[in-house]
């Protein structure tokens, strides 16, 4: 095997606060073989947008990333670079984009302007041929006229066309990674799938890598080919895309999983996951996830689960991969017994 | 479409916003954000309201409760002309017709005490006082899953989901007999979202509450909704029971809007209408049916884009606007008249087929 294009070791970063330690990314380990589709879901607080701001070295104070992580990327390791080498990593080599494009953007500027700075900054170029690949890139990310539209502001894009702009930005440079954080969050269904459609284009024909972030388990099926399940801090669950929804292994990918009303499939009451995502200030101890699932027993309290193999390529951070015979007998959690609603 | 038990009933409901221009300030174009809505609400049903942004949903939500005044239309609330009502007896029927938003956060005063924002209600419309409202207040934050304790608390103090919990306790707190659910559930991560859901659910149960369900997500909307009705730009495009509209879309739009759900299944194999270009202005909408210029029918043509098409009967109880899909009342010399070269035909995509 090669190596992978990005690996990932133990990340931590911590933010510390009057209020204490926020464990946002906890020990989290993975990689990213080229021209490979990762997703990442999990819910808000379960640290996936910190995650890949880390990758990148976007985290502000009071946030930092631990001693004893590692990123290496592409043979190098990304926490002992300088300042100066980072930013040439950032938008050369492994580009990023948002769930709200219009933060983004500078709103002042034309989009053919903001486009063709991107060359610029990085490269001797002439402004002429700047704007010609700016446009040449409107073109690729799908958005008609794109002679006349290189001289629109934001504003005047729809949100879809402002996210094709900014898909257009981040691979001006070609990037070998593209970190996706939500992107289509915040735009309709029918715009959604053009936008999914276009990556999915993109990176075949590039063949660059995407790290995909994610709460709708629907996307990830649809444009990933593996995923990692994030909760409070940690991954607790990895495998390819077709494996994880055959067979979840951990209770938290399960409860997500059936509780999501499903197209196509009317049921008299959803299951819910009982309880709140917990807080990164104060994260349950042992499993983390062992108050709100429907499993847990003595054990779960007493001692944290490493990430068990379970299956080719497939992890998860559940005693269940030892004990397996306790899945026949599920109760009602602990969260849900304390009767306090979400 | 009408219904004689009807609960609430809304006929060509129309909210236009002015759009001025110039150093006058004169009007000089309006945004059609509802373009003239009809539908029955029975009592203890749901019915969904979907469409994308900027297609009215939410406009049309308030403009039933007055929240916003209507342009024109007529809304009859348990027999009462909704529209005709002074301030004063409106106020009174608000306790009837409740409304709970997206984002409970922004609806509820950060100052006032989550106790004190249920009991609001309960003062306004003199309904109990002292130690009867707190008794009150306690078994409405206990219906809605949170402990009598929470009363003392501010909104600051809860998750989103406990949040929302208020917010429907709020709108419980008066007895209403109708609720609009603006998009409920859609700022909850999923595994709270469904607590909401199946707590919107057992309370409809238990008071025999209508809703109008307001959202842009088609599953929780399938999962909740009794019947569905599609909105596309101010006009509403399909409407239909549930399982009826979600099995067996008539409506081009709402065929290529179901296909592009995202389906939590890597092994799904189905065709995905990818629709060109984006939703168009509804201060400028396109002539005929609204959806033409996106529209994926093989048999759309010109007279698509000049003929208006009604909202008309296609199958037992399953409403839909298309003059390409069979049957239309749309015959087909009147479509050659408007310059039709492709008659009409019922196309179906793969998912309805199978």
Request: with cysteine; proline share 8%.
């Given at each position: 095997m090669?190596?992978?294009?990005?690996?990932?070791?133990?990340l931590?970063?911590?933010?510390?606060?009057?209020?204490?330690?926020?464990?946002a990314?906890?020990?989290?380990?993975?990689?990213?073989?080229?021209?490979?589709?990762?997703?990442?879901v999990?819910?808000?607080?379960?640290?996936k947008?910190?995650?890949?701001?880390?990758?990148?070295?976007?985290?502000?104070p009071?946030?930092?990333?631990?001693?004893?992580?590692?990123?290496e990327?592409?043979?190098?390791?990304?926490?002992?670079?300088d300042?100066?080498a980072?930013?040439?990593?950032?938008?050369?080599?492994i580009?990023?984009?948002?769930?709200?494009?219009?933060?983004a953007?500078?709103p002042?500027?034309?989009?053919?302007?903001?486009?063709?700075?991107?060359?610029?900054?990085?490269?001797?170029?002439?402004?002429?041929?700047?704007?010609?690949?700016?446009v040449?890139?409107?073109s690729?990310?799908?958005?008609?006229?794109p002679a006349?539209?290189?001289?629109?502001y934001?504003?005047?894009?729809?949100?879809?066309?402002?996210?094709?702009?900014?898909?257009?930005?981040?691979?001006m440079?070609s990037?070998?990674?593209?970190i996706?954080?939500?992107?289509?969050?915040?735009?309709?269904?029918?715009?959604?799938?053009q936008?999914?459609e276009?990556?999915?284009?993109?990176?075949?024909k590039?063949?660059?890598?995407?790290l995909?972030?994610?709460?709708?388990?629907?996307?990830?099926?649809?444009?990933?080919?593996?995923?990692?399940v994030?909760?409070?801090?940690?991954?607790?669950?990895?495998?390819?895309?077709?494996?994880?929804?055959?067979?979840p292994?951990?209770?938290?990918t399960?409860?997500?999983?059936?509780?999501?009303?499903?197209?196509g499939?009317r049921?008299?009451?959803?299951?819910?996951?009982?309880?709140?995502?917990?807080?990164?200030?104060?994260?349950?101890?042992?499993?983390?996830?062992?108050?709100r699932?429907?499993?847990a027993?003595?054990?779960?309290?007493?001692?944290?689960?490493?990430?068990?193999q379970?299956?080719?390529?497939?992890?998860?951070?559940?005693?269940?991969?030892v004990?397996?015979?306790?899945?026949a007998?599920?109760?009602?959690?602990?969260?849900?017994?304390?009767?306090?609603?979400? | 479409?009408?219904?004689?038990?009807?609960?609430?009933?809304?006929?060509?409901?129309?909210?236009?916003?002015?759009?001025?221009g110039?150093?006058?300030?004169?009007?000089?174009?309006?945004?059609?954000?509802?373009?003239?809505?009809?539908?029955?609400l029975a009592?203890?049903?749901?019915?969904?309201?979907?469409?994308?942004?900027g297609?009215?949903k939410?406009?049309?939500?308030?403009?039933?409760?007055?929240?916003?005044?209507?342009?024109?239309?007529?809304?009859?609330?348990?027999?009462?002309?909704?529209?005709?009502?002074?301030?004063?007896?409106?106020?009174?029927?608000?306790?009837?017709?409740?409304?709970?938003?997206?984002?409970?956060?922004?609806?509820?005063?950060?100052?006032?005490?989550?106790?004190?924002?249920?009991?609001?209600?309960?003062?306004?419309?003199?309904?109990?006082?002292g130690?009867?409202?707190?008794?009150?207040?306690?078994?409405?934050?206990?219906?809605?899953?949170?402990?009598p304790?929470?009363?003392?608390?501010?909104?600051?103090?809860?998750?989103?989901?406990?949040?929302?919990?208020?917010?429907?306790?709020?709108?419980?707190?008066?007895?209403?007999?109708?609720?609009?659910?603006?998009?409920?559930?859609?700022?909850?991560?999923?595994s709270?979202?469904?607590?909401?859901?199946?707590?919107?659910?057992?309370?409809?149960?238990a008071?025999?509450?209508?809703?109008?369900?307001?959202?842009?997500?088609?599953?929780?909307?399938?999962?909740?909704?009794?019947r569905?009705?599609?909105?596309?730009?101010?006009?509403i495009?399909?409407?239909?029971?549930?399982?009826?509209?979600?099995?067996?879309?008539?409506?081009?739009?709402?065929?290529a809007?179901?296909?592009?759900i995202?389906v939590p299944?890597?092994?799904?194999?189905?065709?995905?209408?990818?629709?060109?270009g984006?939703?168009?202005?509804?201060?400028?909408p396109?002539?005929?049916?609204?959806?033409?210029?996106?529209?994926?029918?093989?048999?759309?043509?010109?007279?698509c884009?000049?003929?208006?098409?009604?909202?008309?009967?296609?199958?037992d109880?399953?409403?839909?606007?298309?003059?390409?899909?069979?049957?239309?009342?749309?015959?087909?010399?009147?479509?050659?008249?408007?310059?039709?070269?492709?008659?009409?035909?019922?196309?179906?995509p793969?998912?309805?087929?199978?």
């Amino acid at each position: 095997m090669t190596a992978p294009l990005l690996s990932v070791r133990d990340l931590r970063t911590y933010f510390r606060t009057s209020a204490g330690i926020a464990r946002a990314v906890d020990g989290v380990s993975f990689d990213i073989a080229a021209n490979e589709s990762v997703g990442v879901v999990g819910e808000s607080g379960c640290g996936k947008s910190v995650t890949s701001l880390s990758l990148l070295r976007l985290i502000q104070p009071p946030g930092t990333i631990e001693p004893g992580s590692r990123i290496e990327f592409d043979g190098s390791d990304l926490l002992s670079l300088d300042d100066e080498a980072m930013r040439r990593i950032r938008g050369n080599r492994i580009a990023m984009i948002f769930q709200e494009p219009m933060t983004a953007l500078n709103p002042v500027f034309t989009v053919g302007a903001q486009l063709a700075e991107v060359p610029r900054v990085h490269s001797r170029i002439s402004r002429r041929d700047a704007w010609a690949r700016a446009v040449e890139m409107l073109s690729v990310v799908g958005i008609p006229d794109p002679a006349e539209r290189a001289s629109s502001y934001p504003h005047q894009l729809s949100g879809g066309m402002r996210q094709r702009v900014m898909i257009g930005m981040a691979l001006m440079l070609s990037p070998a990674l593209l970190i996706a954080d939500e992107p289509t969050t915040a735009l309709d269904v029918t715009i959604q799938a053009q936008i999914l459609e276009l990556l999915g284009a993109l990176r075949e024909k590039t063949g660059m890598s995407v790290l995909l972030i994610t709460h709708d388990l629907g996307v990830v099926a649809e444009s990933t080919s593996r995923v990692i399940v994030m909760y409070a801090g940690e991954i607790v669950e990895q495998a390819a895309v077709r494996e994880l929804f055959a067979r979840p292994h951990h209770p938290y990918t399960e409860g997500l999983m059936t509780a999501m009303p499903r197209a196509g499939e009317r049921r008299e009451r959803l299951t819910v996951i009982p309880g709140t995502v917990p807080s990164p200030y104060a994260w349950p101890a042992a499993c983390r996830f062992h108050e709100r699932c429907p499993y847990a027993w003595e054990r779960c309290e007493r001692e944290a689960p490493p990430l068990y193999q379970i299956g080719e390529g497939h992890v998860s951070r559940c005693h269940l991969a030892v004990e397996p015979e306790r899945r026949a007998s599920p109760h009602l959690p602990l969260a849900a017994r304390a009767g306090a609603g979400a | 479409m009408s219904d004689a038990q009807s609960l609430l009933s809304v006929r060509n409901l129309t909210k236009h916003f002015p759009i001025t221009g110039g150093v006058m300030r004169r009007v000089v174009g309006s945004v059609r954000a509802v373009d003239g809505i009809s539908f029955d609400l029975a009592p203890g049903e749901t019915l969904g309201l979907v469409g994308e942004s900027g297609c009215g949903k939410t406009t049309a939500g308030r403009a039933i409760l007055r929240l916003i005044e209507p342009t024109a239309g007529e809304i009859i609330f348990e027999g009462t002309d909704v529209r005709a009502l002074e301030p004063e007896p409106l106020r009174r029927l608000r306790r009837r017709m409740q409304i709970v938003f997206q984002d409970p956060f922004s609806s509820l005063d950060p100052r006032m005490t989550v106790g004190a924002s249920v009991r609001e209600g309960l003062t306004i419309h003199k309904l109990a006082e002292g130690s009867a409202a707190d008794a009150r207040v306690r078994q409405l934050l206990e219906e809605v899953g949170l402990r009598p304790e929470h009363a003392s608390r501010y909104p600051h103090e809860f998750s989103g989901g406990q949040r929302q919990r208020v917010g429907i306790a709020r709108a419980l707190a008066v007895e209403p007999r109708f609720i609009v659910c603006d998009e409920p559930v859609s700022a909850l991560d999923v595994s709270v979202q469904a607590q909401v859901i199946n707590l919107l659910q057992d309370l409809q149960r238990a008071h025999g509450l209508a809703y109008l369900f307001i959202a842009h997500d088609l599953s929780v909307v399938e999962h909740i909704a009794d019947r569905v009705a599609v909105m596309y730009l101010g006009r509403i495009v399909e409407l239909a029971a549930a399982e009826a509209l979600y099995a067996r879309p008539l409506m081009p739009y709402t065929q290529a809007l179901l296909s592009a759900i995202p389906v939590p299944d890597p092994q799904a194999k189905r065709e995905r209408i990818v629709l060109a270009g984006d939703v168009p202005s509804p201060a400028n909408p396109p002539s005929g049916c609204p959806f033409h210029p996106r529209c994926q029918h093989p048999q759309r043509d010109v007279a698509c884009a000049r003929i208006v098409p009604p909202l008309e009967l296609k199958e037992d109880g399953h409403w839909a606007a298309c003059i390409k899909q069979t049957p239309t009342q749309i015959t087909w010399p009147e479509q050659q008249a408007a310059g039709a070269t492709k008659p009409p035909e019922r196309i179906m995509p793969d998912r309805a087929k199978a």
